[in-house]
């Protein structure tokens, strides 16, 4: 998957915003302004920060050398992923999908239901 896809697959996302809060080199997409996926656009390999459970983050590390724990990010509760060096398209879009709803469910219920009416 390419950053253009990458791109398209988030904006398609119920709530989902693109900013760049830390600068015109880093691209953030928010789910009514909570962070799911952080990735910039200065770098050689384009690789991308996406929350993931904490049990869930430790087996991914461990069965993918192309998920590393997150750069710049709470180790624990983000990933790296290196998002074209051969993993599939469909377990990159499981990954985006993981984050963008571990985001959601950790939202106030008026946030939650509010999204739900978009």
């Not at 928010?30 to 996406?50: C, H, P, Q, R, Y």
């Not at 509760?77 to 984050?99: K, M, P, Y």
Request: hydrophobic share 35%.
């Amino acid at each position: 998957m390419n950053i253009e896809e990458f791109r398209e697959y988030c904006l398609s996302k119920k709530g989902v915003e693109e900013t760049f809060p830390f600068g015109e080199d880093t691209l953030v997409f928010k789910v009514m302004g909570k962070i799911f996926a952080i990735t910039g656009l200065d770098s050689a390999e384009f690789a991308v920060n996406l929350k993931c459970d904490p049990d869930r983050a430790i087996e991914l590390r461990e069965q993918h050398p192309e998920v590393r724990p997150g750069w710049h990010m709470n180790k624990q509760h983000w990933n790296t992923v290196e998002f074209e060096t051969g993993l599939a398209d469909g377990f990159l879009r499981e990954l985006v999908d993981h984050s963008y709803e571990l985001v959601v469910n950790s939202l106030p219920k008026k946030k939650r239901a509010e999204l739900e009416g978009l």
